[in-house]
């Protein structure tokens, strides 16, 4: 008997992005879009697209979250699946419990409407600060990967911490569904390319994240590859480009900053000590941008 094929393998579907209109999210949307997907963005701020639904909702509200997940109104319907990216997006954007209330039940709020609009398939923002940035303790070994905590040395962290365990406990509830966690990286735009030649005068400033970046059209692509995963269960896997954002020798780095920290395997030119390697095995997700491309003309490094 030949298996039914996985709706979520390309298919056109009805996506649902929290967050919309923020920096991750407007990549999100475009190449949702460019794929041939309905797209509806719940946001508190208006995408300004005429090609997508928009409704603002308070998303810390149950009842809001659950309204927004089973269709809004007639135009509306239930969407197919769910990429929750609305949060507090970094330590010390409010006073530490207002932000940690404030992620940890907007997220609840949008797995359980999901569990109760029968969503199977549901990505969301995660984050790198889980592997213990900023780094006040050195890691256990670099790259890092996913074996490297979860170690949440901030609020914001321990929030995004919870919620990955939250999002295993609903998978156990629901075998049928996907939810799949990305460890983003550091969110940067092209715009903010022309900066990071003087990251250079002192390496310590971006010691914080070992360096790394994500680029919001590569995110997008990583957000895409996760809803097209024909698994079940919870995943959560590290989103990272696959350099650093120096120019300095990435083993060069490790050694000066992080020393006594043992690096795994050979670490080539610039090449990413915030590693993508599951990503790329499990989801088939290889970053294609660099910072370099147009600031220096330098090819970034292969796949890490």
Excluded at 142 to 149: I, N
Excluded at 277 to 299: M, Q
Aim: aromatic share 8%.
């Amino acid at each position: 008997m030949t298996a039914s094929p996985d709706p979520r393998a390309g298919a056109p579907r009805h996506v649902l992005v929290t967050g919309g209109s923020g920096k991750l999210g407007r990549a999100v949307v475009e190449l949702l879009v460019q794929r041939g997907h309905r797209v509806s963005v719940v946001d508190l701020v208006d995408p300004g697209r005429s090609d997508v639904a928009w409704t603002r909702a308070d998303l810390t509200d149950y009842g809001q979250a659950v309204g927004v997940l089973t269709g809004v109104d007639d135009r509306w319907p239930a969407p197919d699946a769910v990429v929750h990216l609305a949060a507090l997006p970094a330590p010390g954007l409010r006073p530490d419990a207002t932000l940690f209330a404030a992620n940890v039940t907007t997220t609840y709020n949008v797995f359980a409407a999901a569990r109760v609009a029968a969503i199977d398939t549901v990505v969301w923002a995660s984050s790198e600060t889980v592997l213990g940035l900023p780094f006040d303790t050195p890691p256990p070994y670099l790259p890092l990967d996913e074996g490297c905590g979860p170690t949440p040395n901030s609020s914001y962290s321990l929030s995004k911490t919870l919620e990955e365990e939250m999002a295993r406990q609903f998978a156990r509830w629901r075998p049928e569904l996907s939810i799949i966690g990305l460890r983003f990286s550091n969110v940067m735009e092209p715009a903010d390319y022309a900066a990071f030649p003087s990251f250079d005068a002192d390496p310590a400033l971006r010691r914080w994240n070992a360096w790394s970046y994500i680029d919001a059209r590569d995110g997008a692509g990583a957000v895409l590859a996760a809803l097209e995963h024909p698994g079940r269960g919870a995943e959560v896997f590290v989103i990272a480009n696959a350099d650093t954002v120096m120019s300095r020798p990435s083993a060069e780095l490790a050694a000066e900053q992080f020393p006594g920290v043992p690096v795994r395997g050979p670490v080539e030119g610039t090449q990413a000590l915030m590693s993508s390697e599951r990503a790329r095995r499990v989801l088939g997700w290889t970053p294609v941008h660099s910072w370099r491309d147009g600031v220096t003309g330098e090819s970034a490094p292969g796949p890490s």
